[in-house]
């Protein structure tokens, strides 16, 4: 018996070594029949074939399988991988949807060469360097204007209220985003810093803001950090961010993959800009990576208070390979947890989102004040708020791009408009006719599901035709109403956008703080000060 047990290490040793050569020999076959049924099928498929268009397909039904986080990037998505990684790229500085025929322009970043050059939000592109660009997808525009700084492109495009098309010349340059739009006061010493994006220096912007905020008001006696809507970027940017409210040398996360030697713990390395000032951190069901990083970190160490929305759910760590020609794979190689131990990724995926998971079946951590926090599923917040969301005709208005060809028309007629806080937008008589102008009209979920009805009904021959017919009626007699019932939304969607177009994104950061009901739950939590203390010892 002991002379077997001499040979189990060797035994198991090369069957390690066996399995490693099974493993890359199935690896080796795979890609060599993958590149011969590549080519039989450029070669010999009955109708001509884009090679380029293919291949992705099948790059992409590879990786479905993965999670969604898993990508390739080719060349032509480039820069928008450079826009989530540093903030900066070479282009245009705008973004744009297909809308009838033609891309239309719904963003415009201040300063870029589309601001410096006189493009508008609601500017279609009709031509590119001589190219027609009717019936162009947002991606095709994109490659059209894609250039190398110092380059031109002439434009024509269409502007609302002008009788002929705009000859406009555009010069590339490099586009810096803020990640940092706005901060400032939103109450008496109660101080606001926006963060957008984890792009690079970002940790040191938000330092840099709350200094700022300190220096201007030495009563200073809370900071609202908003991080809703902000979907992550770089994780060291996270540790830089959560060092700005701790300490020197303060465990913040860690990453475990599959490569031991990849695993990594980060700690902060510099001495914070306030470890006590109190702290409020807002976020939403958008809220994801980095932002969830910073924010568990925050809530591990009762650092500061966590308020709004759980978070998306993302605890997965992405790096990117080159693959050559220009092209990348960002894809999972860890996840990442916080200072009390738990991983905060979703594992449940549905449609390329997360699943909720019951509270019942994520297990339980603690923080460093010994308060329960649960892994899995996002940051659940020590305060949840109601989500305010846009939906029913609102969402409708919206999306068939309603209010923004109103707000166009407002931008023909009005050259400027007052200063961002004293703008409001109070013509709803005036929207509403324009939205009977156009014959709008919107299905709600309900009507869908009685359409569905209907079919089956009629499949399964039951006569319910009547009772159908007289719930639409209801719903079409409910619907009528329904602009006047969801007036201050509207109202606030219009205001927004129309500030926007006129301030940027900073204006649209700034005014969505005269009435945002979390703002006002963040500044009240931080007049009081000691239900502020007894959340962070978990009373």
Known sequence: ?????????????????????????????????????????????????????????????????????????????????????????????????RIGDYVVITEIYENSPAHKAGLKVGDSFIAIDGQNAKGKTENQVLDFLRGFPGTKSQLVVRRAGEKKDLNITLERGEVIIPNVPHSGLVADGVGYINLTTFSQDAGENVGNALRTLKEKNPNLKGVILDLRGNGGGLLNEAINLVNVFVPKGEFVASTKGKVPEWDISLKTQHAPVDKDIPLVVLMDSHSASASEVTSGALQDLDRGIIMGQRSYGKGLVQNTKELGYNARIKLTTAKYYVPSGRCIQSVRYKNGAPVDIPESERAQFKTRNGRIVLDGGGIKPDVVLPHDTAAGIVKALLEQNVIFDYVTDFTQKHANIDSIEVFEFTDF????????????????????????????????????????????????????????????????????????????????????????????????????????RALLAGK
């Open 1 to 97: 018996m002991i002379r077997k047990l001499k040979f189990l290490p060797v035994f198991f040793l090369l069957a390690g070594v066996v399995s490693a050569q099974g493993k890359y020999f199935d690896i080796a076959k795979n890609m060599e029949i993958f590149a011969n049924a590549y080519r039989e099928v450029n070669h010999s498929y009955v109708d001509e074939l884009d090679p380029n268009k293919l291949m992705r397909q099948g790059l992409d039904a590879m990786l479905e399988g993965l999670d969604p986080f898993t990508n390739y990037i080719s060349e032509t998505d480039i820069e928008g991988y450079r826009i989530q990684v540093d903030g900066t790229y070479n282009g245009v500085g705008a973004q744009g949807k």
């Open 429 to 532: 008589d005036g929207f509403a006719q324009y939205v009977q102008g156009k014959n709008f009209d919107y299905q709600t979920a309900t009507e869908k599901k009685l359409k569905e009805l209907r079919d089956i009904s009629l499949n399964e021959n039951l006569a319910l035709g009547t009772e159908i017919t007289q719930l639409e009626s209801k719903i079409k007699a409910e619907k009528k109403g329904e602009l006047v019932k969801n007036r201050d939304r509207i109202l606030h969607e219009i205001e927004q956008d129309i500030v926007g177009r006129y301030y940027f994104q900073r204006g649209r950061v700034r005014k969505n703080l005269v009435n945002d009901p979390e703002i006002k739950d963040a500044v009240k939590l931080l007049n009081e000060p000691d239900k502020y």
